[in-house]
């Protein structure tokens, strides 16, 4: 249950940081860690990628804290949602687009 905590956690605050931010690696290499200017456009699939990841960190969350092993049935259908979405994304930018 910590795993999928910390996976979706690190996903959701990547996901935001790159968002309002841009590369981290860039960033760095211009000491403008938190320069607004730099920030990615977020492209329409991946707001549905974050529709189903951001979720995941509150209901791994709070079963964490309630111990409640019945999270599974809300996780699998968000984590599947966004797997799908994700990979049709990954197809669509290697393959469909030339």
């Not at 309002?20 to 320069?35: I, K, R």
């Not at 111990?67 to 599947?80: E, F, G, R, V």
């Amino acid at each position: 249950m910590r795993f999928i905590f910390v996976i979706s956690l690190l996903s959701s605050l990547g996901s935001l940081y790159y968002g309002y931010f841009g590369d981290p690696v860039l960033n760095s290499a211009a000491n403008e860690w938190w320069n607004t200017a730099n920030a990615l456009a977020i492209c329409e699939m991946c707001r549905y990628i974050r529709v189903c990841t951001y979720p995941l960190v509150l209901i791994s969350g709070a079963a964490l804290v309630y111990h409640d092993y019945k999270h599974i049935q809300y996780i699998w259908p968000l984590a599947l949602l966004g797997f799908f979405a994700a990979s049709y994304k990954y197809w669509l930018e290697k393959f469909a687009t030339s």
